[in-house]
Nanobody, 131 residues
Framework: QVQVAESGGGLAQPGGSLRLSCAAS?????????IGWFRQAPGKDREGISC????????YYSDSVKGRFTMSRDNAKNTVYLQMNSLKPEDTAVYYC???????????????????????WGQGTQVTVAS
């Protein structure tokens, strides 16, 4: 079973930073897969904000976070990170990581368009940006 678990949420000041972690199990970063980051604010649809194709480490970002958020990975820990800088109040949301290992599907869900059809989802971690 492919599982992911995110952590690192909390309270940050506008302009501040947080780093979220997504620990994956059931596959390694040598496999062909994708990790996506999504967020959902109350009353809004889930929004794909970033993703990484695991085998090559290529990352994609939505326009709303490009230039402020950065994904990275630690292969030894089977963990990906989302470094969030220059946080804004509108970044407040529950943040989820998701994994996809479906053959011939990873480049579909993770690319210039970040889609929601990932197979495995974490429970979410709350990020609040406020003074």
């Amino acid at each position: 079973q492919v599982q992911v678990a995110e952590s690192g949420g909390g309270l940050a000041q506008p302009g501040g930073s947080l780093r979220l972690s997504c620990a994956a199990s059931g596959f390694t970063f040598l496999d062909s897969g994708a990790i996506g980051w999504f967020r959902q604010a109350p009353g809004k649809d889930r929004e794909g904000i970033s993703c990484m194709t695991i085998n090559d480490g290529v990352t994609y970002y939505s326009d709303s976070v490009k230039g402020r958020f950065t994904m990275s990975r630690d292969n030894a820990k089977n963990t990906v990170y989302l470094q969030m800088n220059s946080l804004k109040p509108e970044d407040t949301a529950v943040y989820y990581c998701a994994a996809s290992i479906r053959p011939y599907y990873n480049d579909y869900v993770c690319g210039p368009t970040i889609r929601t059809e990932f197979g495995s989802w974490g429970q979410g971690t709350q990020v609040t940006v406020a003074s």
